[in-house]
């Protein structure tokens, strides 16, 4: 018999709202009927803070944990070392730097996640992302909530992506397909920074270009997009120093990782006009304080804040193809054969075995 414990966000009134909402407290991912007619128990919390916390009392001897990118609960040096029986961590979505993942490997513990689950609503959640930004959306819908009319306010900062420079932070699974939806606009050029160069055929067909240093990419671009995970060499990544090498007044918008970009200074670029706006959903620490810079941030225009709550990977079809995904790492498992899909194993047997989370990090499958 095996313990299993998942921490996922309240759905309060919407779970019943919608049952596939998968990926919250109540919604349980659908596996409790499954894991408790095998003889499994199955612990689930949203109580992920503080040494008092539920996922800190029930990690102690839990065999498998699932949390999400949505409502991390971070399995941290101190957790690991306490979670005397766990061999499992599955990340029910794409993301997994809320796991001390070198602490993981000293432990042999399996890192998997459900790689692919959810790109394509994040990549549209993007675009959406842009749009809203470079026409300058957000303004425009507050202003008609409130009942007004003033077409000038709005239009002095509102643009089209037609013809402008768009850069990608990383050409993974979420960068291709967000560079594949841009070629649509007919932009000026499609531009992408990443270690991992793409195969000739793949840039041909996308109509994008490598460039060879961050600080060349952001310099030429209007819009940029960071689809790069987090991890030791991407913490901190977009920092004043970076900014000051952006296009004044380009636009910025990071579905990633919140803590890839540095919030103070981000929030100082939009005050300064070196951004002219920043979307996304992606926040450190989430839930994010009231007092998170990026929840009031403006730009001189009033506009220029594209934030929501971290939902683009988390779209309902998303939560079905990642439900189903932790279903099968956790079957898997059970299975003791250790045939994961190679593409959802982050670490296993005390190594990395994908090369996403830093150049220098072993392949051990392709
Ligand atoms: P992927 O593994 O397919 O692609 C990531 C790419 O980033 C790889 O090509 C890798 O070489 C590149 N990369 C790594 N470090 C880099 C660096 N320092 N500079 C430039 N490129 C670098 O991953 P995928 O599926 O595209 O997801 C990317 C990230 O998006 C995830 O790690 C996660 O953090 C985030 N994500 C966010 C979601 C949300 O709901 N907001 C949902 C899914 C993913």
Redesign the pocket.
Known sequence: MVKVLAVLYKGGVHANDEPRMYGCLENELGLREWLESHGHTYVVTDDKEGPNSVLDKEIVDAEIVITT??HPGYINRERIAKAKNLKLLVTA???S?HIDLTAANEKKITVAEV??S??TS?AEHVVMTMLTLVRNFVPAHEQIVSGGWDVAAVAKNSFDIEGKVIAT???????QRVLKRLGAFDPKELLY????ALPAEVEAELHCRRVAS?EELVAQADIVTV?????E??HG?VNKELLAKFKPGSWLVN???GAICVKEDVAEALETGILRGYGG??WFPQPAPASHPWRAMRNKYGGGNAMTP?I???SIDAQVRYAEGTKSIIATYFAGTKEYRPQDLIVIDGAYA??????DKAVRKA
């Open positions: 990118p949505f979505g794409v993301g730097d790689t692919g959810n790109v994040v932070i990383g050409s993974g699974r979420i960068g920074y990443d270690y991992q961050l689809n790069c995970p987090l991890h060499s991407t990544l579905t990633a990782r959903d992606v971290h683009s990977g988390t994908t090369r996403a989370y830093g150049a």
